[in-house]
């Protein structure tokens, strides 16, 4: 129970710590971020100690699992001792955690030796043997099955997460494309008929003037929340406008990895040529006539 409730308050401390340290190197990558680390040792200081902070996540992670396997192998342990407690006596007798207690009139107790021990072991019935044996098989298996669903489960948060950003974010610009074409000229919210604020469990999104922004509300695959994804859009040109959207995902590689294709959201998909197969053949014909006529002496 100890080795438990440490895992989890570490798991915590290590979740807020990630968070921690991605918000800051965040905020050291923007523009503002660097001139403070050109111009303030406090700021240096800092970011070095954020640095330090990320190379250690991986082992805090890693000092989770052990603490996990710990506590699983003394609960197990905890089940032998309960469904055979005769023979779990004298081996904490044998191992010097335990000491036999004798009253004046009795006799003292006789020391049990580890062969012995192995030898009582091996006459207990396999029935005894099997309930603690099926105990801890259950959870070891459920152990490794409740990692897996959780495994699953945060890719599936990720997809969902990713699949939520894209929608909101080609609406906006299916929208803001229909009006331009109408008007030729850019929307607000209410032209657009889009709500001027929206949140979702995972994003709030914002459209203000031209700017359509979305907000992460919650940690996504090591992209930390408080992360911006936007799309400006501007009328350019004096007699014949054209809508020009700038689509800007933020600089972060971890919510880089997440949304690859930001900037291809709207645009339209490149299809290749794909040629007459008669076309080709009548080119070919006509490329072998110029060579035959090429080749023939000129005449006088």
Known sequence: MVFLFLERALAAVLQMASEGVQLGLTRYDSFTGRMALQNFAEDRQLFKMLQDVQELLPSAESALTVFLFIAIVLLA???????????????????????????????????????????NIGEIPLKKLAIPVAVIVVLVGGFAGIRSCQESAKFASVDSAVEDLEQHTLDYIKAQKAYF?????VGGPKALQLPDTSSTDYFEYKITGARFTAISRVPIEGCPAGTKWSVYSESKGV???????YRQPPKIPACINITPNYKNIGRPEKTKKVEDPKANEQKSKDSTAKDQKAKEPEKK
Request: glycine letters at 6%; a negative charge.
């Open 181 to 185: 074409g109408k008007t030729k000229t």
């Open 239 to 245: 007699f014949s406008k054209e809508l020009a959207l």
């Open 77 to 119: 342990i905890a089940v032998v001792g309960l469904a055979l407690p005769r023979f779990f006596v004298h081996i904490l007798v044998a191992i010097k955690l335990l000491k036999w207690e004798t009253d004046e009139t009795e006799e003292d107790g006789e020391e049990t030796s580890f062969r012995e021990i192995l030898t």
